[in-house]
């Protein structure tokens, strides 16, 4: 294979997959003024109904401008050599590999970043603004950025030089060494990112005694699930969007809810919410999520030293030296087919596992307080309770709303 046939390659991968994602958009888009399904016309009323449509064109525009921008930005980087310049102003800034590779990401990464801000900054405080979710401040929406761009030179940056630094001293078999580090890295964070990472964007407060506190601890007592971390974080600070997760195992173990899902829910159907997550946790979701993600990074990095620091790869993108930095750009799009299969089959798991959790729920808690939490978090948040059957196949890592509740009661009759 020669390298302008590799090139060709690379941007057929790249347009292919573009068409493909804008012909879910629209075909999904197509179904935004479909009549409410008949389990689900208690979630909006006529007015909130036209709202909600509303929201989702303006969305579906909005986006589909971003995907077009970004495509273009992409495809001209290919054409006109972009990461053959970045490479030679990396180059003339040290030659030494670990941090001629910090400094081309770098480039790339925060010159992204800083050409889609202004697209950001009109969803928030635009789009998001007009229909009453943003309660971001310009201060706030500008100081995560910067704390953003600090956690990805700090950590990414880190992460990226001891990778590099394996290549180094390893040469091929560098992906055995980054796959052990990952996956140690990966257990870190599901132990530590609530208390590492979280504080630094929002604050975390132990729930406060009162009668929420009780009836969960009356529900953890129930199900013999030891409860004595429930964390609620300030998510009203940037949005009016409700949600709750589970994070950590074993003694680290956490659950985290939004103030605005306090606000927007009843106690029971809060409770009902806990028993989804702990269900998630019973079901042990978590643990086959981190090993199937360590599995599949493993399997990524050993296709990758076949590929890594090759020169045809390099020369496909104008590149003459090859180089490990470079390999790994070309390799990215090249696999983007094969990362597409696994995150289908992920999102079938995790389709399946949202089953698995409510069905727990229901059980030890009743299917009517969880559907009716889902409505009316689907309300609050607007959301297309009409999707096309291929986009939620491509696209959803949750069943769909009418699906969910569908199985619930399907199941509460038998």
């Known amino acids: 294979m020669t390298s302008q046939l590799l090139f060709n390659l690379i941007i057929a991968i790249l347009i292919i997959n573009f068409l493909i994602d804008k012909y879910l958009d629209y075909i999904n888009?197509?179904?935004?003024?479909?009549?409410?399904?008949?389990?689900?016309?208690?979630?909006?009323?006529?007015?909130?109904?036209?709202?909600?449509?509303?929201?989702k064109k303006e969305n579906f525009q909005f986006s589909s401008l971003i995907s077009m921008f970004s495509f273009?930005?992409?495809i001209a980087f290919f054409f006109f050599e972009g990461f053959a310049y970045v490479d030679q102003f990396a180059r003339s800034i040290s030659t030494n590999t670990i941090l001629i590779a910090l400094v081309f990401f770098g480039v790339i990464m925060l010159g992204s970043d800083i050409l889609t801000t202004p697209l950001?900054?009109?969803?928030?405080?635009?789009?998001?603004?007009?229909?009453g979710f943003n309660k971001t401040t310009k201060k706030l929406f500008f100081l995560d950025k910067i704390k953003g761009w600090l956690l990805m030179i700090v950590i990414g940056g880190g992460v990226l030089a001891l990778i590099v630094w394996f290549y180094q001293q390893t040469g091929k078999n560098f992906w055995i060494y980054t796959w052990v580090f990952i996956a140690l890295f990966?257990?870190?964070?599901?132990?530590?990112?609530?208390?590492?990472?979280?504080p630094l964007f929002n604050k975390q407060t132990p729930l406060e005694d009162g009668e929420l506190k009780t009836q969960l601890e009356k529900f953890a007592k129930k199900i013999g699930f030891n409860l004595d971390k429930i964390f609620v974080i300030d998510g009203s600070k940037r949005s009016t969007k409700a949600n709750a997760y589970f994070t950590g195992f074993g003694r680290k173990k956490r659950?985290?809810?939004?103030?605005?899902l306090i606000n927007d829910l009843e106690t029971d159907e809060i409770v009902a919410v806990l028993a989804h997550e702990v269900g998630h946790y019973k079901?042990?979701?978590?643990?086959?999520?981190?090993?199937?993600?360590?599995?599949?990074?493993?399997?990524?990095?050993?296709?990758?030293?076949?590929?890594?620091?090759?020169?045809?790869?390099?020369?496909?993108?104008?590149?003459?030296e090859p180089s490990f930095h470079i390999g790994l750009i070309a390799f990215g799009v090249l696999y983007s087919p094969i990362s597409e299969i696994t995150g289908l089959i992920m999102n079938y798991f995790s389709r399946k596992f949202e089953y698995q959790a409510d069905d727990y729920a229901k059980l030890y808690f009743g299917a009517t307080p969880l559907i009716s939490a889902l409505k009316?978090?689907?309300?609050?948040?607007?959301?297309n309770l009409t999707p096309h059957k291929a986009y939620v196949f491509m696209?959803?890592?949750?069943?769909?709303?009418?699906?969910?509740?569908t199985a619930m009661r399907k199941t509460n009759a038998n």
């Open 283 to 320: 079901k042990k979701h978590v643990l086959f999520n981190m090993v199937s993600s360590i599995l599949l990074t493993g399997l990524t990095l050993y296709i990758l030293s076949f590929f890594i620091d090759n020169k045809l790869l390099a020369n496909a993108l104008s590149v003459s």
């Open 255 to 260: 659950i985290v809810l939004y103030d605005t």
């Open 376 to 383: 009316k978090l689907s309300k609050n948040s607007l959301s």
């Open 186 to 198: 990966s257990i870190f964070m599901t132990l530590f990112y609530s208390s590492l990472v979280v």
């Open 72 to 74: 273009v930005l992409t």
């Open 29 to 55: 888009a197509k179904h935004f003024d479909d009549e409410i399904p008949k389990q689900l016309n208690d979630v909006y009323d006529e007015t909130a109904y036209i709202k909600s449509q509303k929201y």
């Open 120 to 131: 950001s900054y009109y969803k928030t405080f635009v789009i998001e603004e007009k229909y």
């Open 395 to 405: 696209h959803y890592s949750h069943p769909t709303l009418l699906q969910r509740v």
